[in-house]
């Protein structure tokens, strides 16, 4: 194994409090920090963990959102090829990431990448986002035999996901927002969908009652439909 | 609304560092602390949180595991008149639970009782327990536009669900972790299943090949099955 080690680190859904013990502690050891910023500047990730890497030497990297999955590898393997001149020097490289990093990360890809060329990589697991939204509403996400579909809004396959039994998490929103709401109408679950924008962090907002909800197309969006 | 609070606590999958600093703050804010015992005596809920509830007032209760929902039901209403009762003084009280409230916790149950009785809840999120054995295994359990189905050993459905398309958790597989394996090998699903038990707990045991797990119905088990 070679010696630098790269560690994936989750930070929780937005709330600051929601960080993990263990991410702070491998955060306060790492060499440097890997900082994923979104095209349109937002840093949701960094503000989590600002006043625990202050004295870290810190990277941003403008993370890769195109549907192209040629010229996301292609992204990718340039970010690992950054960690990797860190890696080789011996050094510890922590990536912090949104949410938890084996749920729809992009970071999972660097990982892979990372551990391909032969280095020690490590997961530090967090809160996702559809947990803190669950809680923000104060309802369970599943109850004994229930099942939990946890599905993407891009999935072609949405419609026939959502006509399962089981309570389901739609991700990932963001522009598809109006297309999932006209579908949650048409097949008659508006009553027993909640939507969450952005929560834990700034400009919150929840609803219970999905015909007030502005089509904004807010990336951090979370809906839940409940069966029962 | 009445006085007292009620704090639903995750705490996380059996890490003692994989605790939230909500948590922590919750639990050193509290009056008093309901700690959730296993009727074998396991307190693996309070195994993580001991350190910071030394002063604290501590109440255990032995949860019900029985499948007649209307006994659960009364054992339900008979911990949450414990509960009530230090809700009356004004007390605020966490209730402490293993992995995340919102997933098939028990306390769940006991929330929506003392929140119909007309007192204030609030749901602290956890990281669950198939994050934490999915960063483990150091795989993802969902990327691009696959879905996850998150889904008990004893649904009735089981089958067609691990027949969908999208990577699957199996939880509380305990006294049916055997049955589970041979629907997994009956099934052709045997090569791309990895079993957890007790993930981040003393005696956690991995198996990436299932053939090999022995049939202990060890309670925390987590089977991971990937699509592709």
Request: hydrophobic share 40%; aromatic share 8%.
């Amino acid at each position: 194994m070679k010696k630098g080690k790269l560690f994936g680190v989750g930070v929780g859904p937005g709330d600051k409090e929601l960080i993990t013990v263990k991410a702070i502690k491998i955060l306060n050891n790492a060499d440097i920090v890997f900082v994923p910023v979104m095209k349109n500047g937002d840093k949701a990730a960094f503000n989590i963990v600002e006043e625990y890497i202050k004295d870290k030497y810190i990277v941003e990297c403008v993370m890769p959102m195109c549907r192209n999955l040629e010229k996301l590898e292609s992204n990718y393997n340039l970010i690992a090829d950054t960690i990797e001149r860190e890696l080789k020097k011996s050094k510890n490289v922590a990536f912090i990431t949104l949410g938890d990093p084996t749920i729809y990360s992009t970071y999972i890809h660097i990982d892979s990448i990372i551990s391909q060329r032969g280095y020690e990589t490590e997961i530090i697991p967090a809160v996702t986002s559809f947990c803190a939204a669950a809680a923000k509403l104060n309802i369970p996400l599943c109850i004994r035999n229930e099942p939990l579909i946890i599905i993407p809004a891009s999935n072609v396959k949405l419609k026939n996901y959502l006509n399962l039994n089981g309570n389901k998490v739609i991700m990932k929103a963001g522009s598809l927002v109006g297309d999932v709401i006209d579908i949650l109408k048409k097949e008659s679950m508006a009553n027993k969908s909640y939507i969450i924008e952005r929560c834990g962090m700034e400009n919150e907002k929840i609803y219970n009652n999905i015909d007030k909800v502005e089509k904004n197309e807010e990336y951090f969006s979370i809906i839940i439909i409940k069966d029962n």
